[in-house]
């Protein structure tokens, strides 16, 4: 199987197996510089870790600016003219990451079968554009930075944790396209869901609405309304089924004490706890844990809605 272009869009990656292919991964600071317009057969991503930069992009005749800070990256497909600008005074720290595709090595699923598998990777490899400007809550660049060690300490080639690395990394980019799109068509939607991830990151500790109103940066009384319009649920029942949730699978662990697991999910109060499982389960703690060794996990893991 010969070597294809570095575009991410290509029939042939949805249709037959490649694995990623680097061409060139480094760190680099930048200080008051412009370099000259240049293309390459590569697909490039230009991650800003401090500082700010300005990157053009020409096409059609004409070249369009993207000014990028912390935390902000930018994706440019193969063969796209471009350049970087850094102002003096400013500096820029990058990471930057050149790939391609190659014949399959049959470690990692190849981006056809995750595009089967991912609605948003299958999207996103189908819609082509020339340059994209993403920002990123650290997810991406925890990738970047694994995938760019690993490449350091085994070559271009590299080896299993490479390719996932790179599955990993595509579908971090198509869910955050994904969620631009959403937030610049409903935003009230990107809110709540990232209500829902602030909530399973932090259900094992006390959270209020307006803790959770201010990482997401809206209003609580506003959270509260679309939370409620989009789920069914009210912000404090989300949470509470959560914990619950949490809580079934680790009663299923015998080595942790029913009298702990309260404070394994965020609450202080282990009579309290007993009474809002019962609530959301019907049945005690214990008597969740008992029942486990005389019925299978499928008959007792799902709370019912009348519940």
Same mark, same amino acid.
């Given at each position: ?6 575009? &991410? ?12 292919? @680097?061409?060139?991964?480094? #760190?680099? %600071? ?27 992009? +020409? ?46 090595? /049959?470690?990692?699923?190849?981006? $056809? ?41 085994? /070559?271009?080639? /590299? ?9 990993? &990394? ?14 610049? %068509?409903?935003?009230? %939607?990107? #809110? ?5 991830? @602030? ?8 959270? %209020? ?17 679309? @939370? ?13 089924? &959560? +914990? ?5 699978? &680790? ?50 893991? $799902? ?5």
């Amino acid at each position: 199987m010969s070597e294809l272009s570095g575009s &991410l869009f290509q029939q042939s990656l949805l249709e037959k197996e490649y694995s990623p292919h @680097f061409f060139a991964y480094y #760190y680099k %600071q930048w200080d008051q510089y412009t370099m000259p317009f240049h293309q390459h057969n590569s697909t490039e991503i230009m991650y800003v870790i401090s500082g700010s930069c300005a990157v053009d992009v +020409r096409s059609a005749g004409q070249a369009d600016r993207f000014r990028l800070k912390r935390s902000e990256l930018i994706i440019l497909d193969a063969n796209v003219p471009h350049r970087l600008m850094v102002e003096p005074g400013s500096g820029c720290r990058m990471l930057n990451v050149e790939f391609g595709f190659a014949e399959y090595r /049959g470690v990692a699923p190849s981006l $056809s079968r995750l595009a089967c598998e991912e609605e948003e990777l299958a999207d996103f490899l189908q819609k082509p554009f020339i340059s994209l400007v993403l920002s990123d809550p650290e997810e991406v660049f925890h990738v970047l930075k694994a995938l760019v060690l690993e490449l350091d300490q085994y /070559g271009k080639e /590299g080896g299993s944790l490479v390719q996932l690395l790179f599955a990993e &990394l595509l579908l971090r980019l198509s869910r955050l396209h994904r969620e631009r799109l959403i937030a610049s %068509q409903q935003p009230s %939607q990107l #809110y709540v869901r990232r209500a829902i991830e @602030f909530l399973h990151q932090n259900y094992d500790r006390s959270i %209020q609405v307006k803790e959770v109103a201010a990482a997401v940066n809206v209003h609580p009384g506003y959270l509260h309304r679309i @939370f409620k319009a989009q789920t069914g649920r009210t912000l404090t029942d989300y949470l509470n089924l &959560l +914990r619950m949730e949490k809580a079934k699978m &680790l009663l299923g662990q015998n080595e942790i004490p029913v009298a702990e697991i309260a404070d394994y999910v965020g609450i202080s109060s282990r009579q309290y706890f007993h009474l809002l499982f019962k609530k959301y389960a019907g049945i005690t703690p214990v008597e969740f844990r008992n029942s486990i060794e005389r019925y299978s996990w499928s008959e007792i893991s $799902s709370f019912t809605d009348e519940r």
